[in-house]
């Protein structure tokens, strides 16, 4: 038996989040329903966030503990091959024992993408949220460092999880635009249910004139939900990254045949 942590990635819109929900499709499930076919007994998968339904993942890292022959890359390959559309194990390790993707985590990082065309795009629109008014983004970077600390975000939080604190803090919010879309880069050592997606549509409201920036300030001291922006979709949101106290996932990627691929650090 040994312990092996992954880093999934897996498109939101065919799940209904992560969690392994009875009756309904879940990325946690189809895992622990690959493992199942392929290993034929049942291996609990723990992983170091949920997301909701609709929202997606570049770098979910979860674990799970096993008792198999097959080395990390074939593991990897064998499991992938076990699950279902929409969801892919990336990488693969072994780790120490007590690794635990959830409570080792020291922070976490989304994504948020928004296009910004006239007409709505033809492609992804269950992965990006689409704006077609004019954006003031100096106005939205102005409103985004005033996030940035420690702070007591209870005006970003919706209801629906348990929570001790509402307090976090938010290393960065970053705005990376292009010329037909942009992304909001959120990091923080925690977040409340739906804080992201609040933070993001309180930004948009910020750069379609509805809000100033200080807004931001006046909703972080009262904590009142009213003082800031409507909730993002979800189809936007990305989990792009966990970070730990440790490094995850060195060296090359092997393919199929064991060697590093063409575009594979």
Known sequence: MRTVRARIS???SRFHGWQRQDGFASVQGAIEDG????????????????????????GQVAHFHVDTRLDDDRLRHALNAHLTDGVV?????????????????????????????RFRPPFL???????????????????????????DFAAFGNA????????RTVMGVRLLAHRRHFAVVVQGDGFLYNMVRNMVGTLL?????????????????????????????????YLARVLYGEPLFRGPCGGPGGAAGLFQG
């Open 160 to 167: 629906g999880s348990e929570r001790k604190s509402t307090v």
């Open 10 to 12: 897996y498109d939101g």
């Open 125 to 151: 629109r269950h992965h990006q949220h689409w704006v077609n008014v004019p954006l003031d983004l100096e106005r939205m970077r102005d409103a985004a460092r005033r996030m940035v600390g420690r702070h």
């Open 205 to 237: 409201d910020v750069g379609r004139g509805r809000r100033e920036p200080e807004d931001v300030d006046l909703a972080l001291q009262s904590g009142e939900r009213d003082r800031v922006g409507p909730t993002a979709p979800a189809c936007g949101l």
């Open 89 to 117: 194990i990336d990488r693969l390790e072994t780790c120490r024992d007590d690794f635990h993707a959830r409570f080792d985590a020291r922070s976490k990082r989304y994504l948020y993408r928004v296009a910004t065309t």
């Open 35 to 58: 493992l199942a076919s392929l290993l034929d007994t049942l291996v609990t998968v723990h992983g170091a966030g949920r997301t909701d339904t609709g929202v997606h993942a570049l």
